[in-house]
């Protein structure tokens, strides 16, 4: 039924939206105008469709999200056909309003479907579930000054998603003068999200955040931010005797504060010819107490021994860009993130983990919004370095390709890559890791329409054993659709 409701919509949106002209493209280093609800990538219709209840106008908004794609020899050894193809639909209809001038409310629900499929044994896996979105309401402009207090789930969004790129039950104040901005608000989750599950999320249970964000902008398209997350998880450890399901167990409970500052802009110079720099740099202080898992002859996960240790890290991420002066706005690339990594103790941690609320996901150079860190890979910043160098250009107003290799290297030689989509982990004796190359299309030349070609592969290094040095590599067609 999900499906059907799925594609009779792609139907009724792709006519919509190829009636539709393409808007003018905002200027390089010009933020673009985003509501709270929205992600940078994000697009909405112009005129929505309103209705009236009780009196009020309300505005609807739908969106689709479909993709396919095809994940090859992820577990780097052609010699087991372990490929598999990924059909994902997501679907959201959401819900704006405003009681007075200075009050909007907003509903979002989300409809997920997903269906893998083995190529080895032709077995499919499907899962469909629908999830709470953003449901929130926002009193702004306070005392007739620039600040506003949003309340419910809403959207945490950092425009590099380098800190966060979550939706969250929060409290969040936002004072925003002409030139700087804060924002800041404490958060936990209240209930949990999906269909699918049956309670939240073990890792979410009884965590408190304080989150915020300083950002000035000392010149025209140049700033300075500052940012902070403080984490407490007092869920406590696993009672004696307890047993848990694969994935619902809390290996981790404790204090965690990210600290960080960031600094980006862009010169132009009398040539057109444009210059963009940004940079990161972020530390991790705090402890932890972690409990080691066991497995029962009936597959269940028994707790044992919980320890504390010390956490300490930190990370950097620097990059350019040189924008040449062109119809096709030809743009290199460069850049070069770091986050710690080094044999620990038992009582000190010394990598560096990222927020856990991160995607790690912007623009480059062209129209679409990518994974910074490789597509395929797409690794957590933690004992790793990765080096990238790009060159993308433009067809039209807003279609775009762009070629993107990253160079991977831990900082100590480990047997894990922290959140990788790979099968396969490395040996813990070299610290190559290989490399990656991404080639991303993307056409977005109406409103309510765009089209994506990702294509990728990883070239395994010395990290993988012999025997397990096989390329990976996919593909994905993606379409999206609002209004």
């Given at each position: 039924?999900?499906?059907?409701?799925?594609?009779?919509t792609?139907?009724?949106?792709?006519?919509?939206?190829?009636a539709?002209?393409?808007?003018?493209?905002?200027?390089l280093?010009?933020?673009?105008?985003?509501?709270?609800?929205?992600?940078?990538?994000?697009?909405?219709?112009?005129?929505?469709?309103?209705?009236?209840?009780?009196?009020?106008?309300v505005?609807?908004?739908?969106?689709?999200?479909?993709?396919?794609?095809?994940?090859?020899?992820?577990?780097l050894?052609?010699a087991?056909?372990?490929?598999?193809?990924?059909?994902?639909?997501?679907?959201?209809?959401?819900?704006?309003?405003?009681?007075?001038?200075?009050?909007?409310?907003?509903v979002?629900?989300?409809?997920?479907?997903?269906?893998?499929?083995?190529?080895?044994?032709?077995s499919?896996?499907?899962?469909?579930?629908?999830?709470?979105?953003?449901?929130?309401?926002?009193?702004?402009?306070?005392?007739?000054?620039?600040?506003?207090?949003?309340?419910?789930?809403?959207a945490?969004?950092?425009r590099?998603?380098?800190?966060?790129?979550?939706?969250?039950?929060?409290?969040?104040?936002?004072?925003?003068?002409?030139?700087?901005?804060?924002?800041?608000?404490?958060?936990?989750?209240?209930?949990?999200?999906?269909?699918?599950?049956?309670?939240?999320?073990?890792?979410?249970?009884?965590?408190?955040?304080?989150?915020?964000?300083?950002?000035?902008?000392?010149?025209?398209?140049?700033?300075?931010?500052?940012?902070?997350?403080?984490?407490?998880?007092?869920?406590?450890?696993?009672k004696?005797?307890?047993l848990?399901?694969e994935d619902e167990?809390?290996?981790?409970?404790g204090?965690?504060?990210?600290?960080?500052?960031?600094?980006?802009?862009?010169?132009?110079?009398?040539?057109?010819?444009?210059?963009?720099y940004?940079?990161?740099?972020?530390?991790?202080?705090?402890?932890?107490?972690?409990?080691?898992?066991?497995?029962?002859p009936?597959?269940?996960?028994?707790?044992?021994?919980?320890?504390?240790?010390?956490?300490?890290?930190?990370?950097?991420d620097?990059?350019?860009?040189?924008?040449?002066?062109?119809?096709a706005?030809p743009?290199?690339?460069?850049?070069?993130?770091?986050?710690?990594?080094?044999?620990?103790?038992?009582?000190?941690?010394?990598?560096?983990?990222?927020?856990g609320?991160?995607?790690?996901?912007?623009?480059?150079?062209g129209?679409?919004?990518l994974?910074?860190?490789?597509?395929?890979?797409?690794?957590?910043?933690?004992?790793?370095?990765?080096?990238?160098?790009?060159?993308?250009?433009?067809?039209?107003?807003?279609?775009?390709?762009?070629?993107?290799?990253?160079?991977?290297?831990?900082?100590?030689?480990?047997?894990?890559?922290?959140n990788s989509?790979?099968?396969?982990?490395?040996?813990?004796?070299?610290?190559?890791?290989?490399?990656?190359?991404?080639?991303?299309?993307?056409?977005?030349?109406?409103?309510?329409?765009?089209?994506?070609?990702?294509?990728?592969r990883?070239?395994?290094?010395?990290?993988?054993?012999?025997?397990?040095?096989?390329?990976?590599?996919?593909?994905?067609?993606?379409?999206?659709?609002?209004f």
């Amino acid at each position: 039924m999900l499906r059907r409701c799925l594609l009779l919509t792609l139907s009724v949106l792709a006519a919509s939206a190829l009636a539709q002209t393409p808007p003018p493209e905002p200027e390089l280093g010009t933020p673009a105008p985003r509501t709270v609800s929205q992600r940078p990538d994000e697009r909405r219709a112009e005129q929505p469709s309103t209705v009236q209840l009780f009196g009020v106008p309300v505005e609807l908004g739908m969106s689709y999200e479909g993709s396919v794609e095809g994940r090859r020899n992820y577990d780097l050894n052609r010699a087991r056909n372990r490929d598999r193809d990924v059909a994902s639909h997501e679907l959201k209809l959401d819900a704006r309003w405003k009681t007075d001038a200075d009050t909007t409310w907003f509903v979002q629900g989300v409809g997920l479907s997903d269906r893998r499929r083995s190529r080895s044994d032709r077995s499919v896996t499907k899962q469909e579930s629908a999830e709470r979105g953003q449901t929130w309401v926002m009193w702004e402009r306070l005392g007739e000054y620039p600040l506003s207090i949003q309340m419910g789930r809403i959207a945490l969004v950092d425009r590099r998603s380098w800190w966060w790129d979550d939706d969250l039950d929060a409290i969040r104040l936002v004072y925003a003068p002409d030139n700087w901005r804060l924002e800041t608000g404490v958060a936990r989750e209240l209930a949990r999200v999906s269909s699918a599950s049956h309670d939240m999320d073990a890792d979410k249970k009884a965590v408190k955040r304080w989150f915020g964000n300083f950002n000035l902008r000392w010149a025209p398209r140049h700033s300075v931010e500052a940012f902070w997350l403080f984490t407490d998880d007092d869920s406590g450890p696993p009672k004696p005797g307890s047993l848990f399901a694969e994935d619902e167990e809390d290996a981790s409970d404790g204090r965690l504060r990210w600290l960080g500052l960031r600094s980006s802009g862009e010169v132009r110079f009398e040539s057109k010819n444009r210059w963009t720099y940004r940079a990161d740099a972020a530390m991790l202080r705090g402890r932890e107490f972690v409990t080691a898992f066991s497995t029962t002859p009936e597959g269940l996960l028994s707790p044992g021994a919980t320890s504390r240790r010390n956490v300490r890290g930190y990370a950097w991420d620097i990059g350019t860009q040189w924008v040449l002066p062109s119809a096709a706005r030809p743009t290199f690339s460069l850049g070069l993130a770091q986050g710690s990594g080094a044999p620990g103790t038992a009582t000190l941690e010394r990598g560096f983990r990222q927020t856990g609320l991160h995607e790690n996901k912007g623009r480059v150079g062209g129209v679409k919004r990518l994974r910074f860190y490789g597509e395929l890979l797409d690794p957590e910043l933690s004992n790793l370095r990765v080096a990238s160098a790009g060159f993308g250009f433009r067809f039209l107003s807003s279609t775009s390709a762009e070629v993107i290799v990253h160079r991977y290297r831990q900082m100590f030689a480990d047997t894990r890559i922290a959140n990788s989509r790979l099968s396969q982990d490395p040996q813990g004796l070299s610290r190559d890791i290989g490399r990656e190359i991404d080639v991303l299309f993307a056409m977005r030349e109406w409103r309510q329409f765009e089209v994506t070609l990702l294509l990728t592969r990883f070239y395994p290094g010395q990290a993988f054993a012999e025997n397990r040095r096989d390329p990976a590599h996919g593909i994905e067609l993606g379409v999206a659709l609002n209004f």
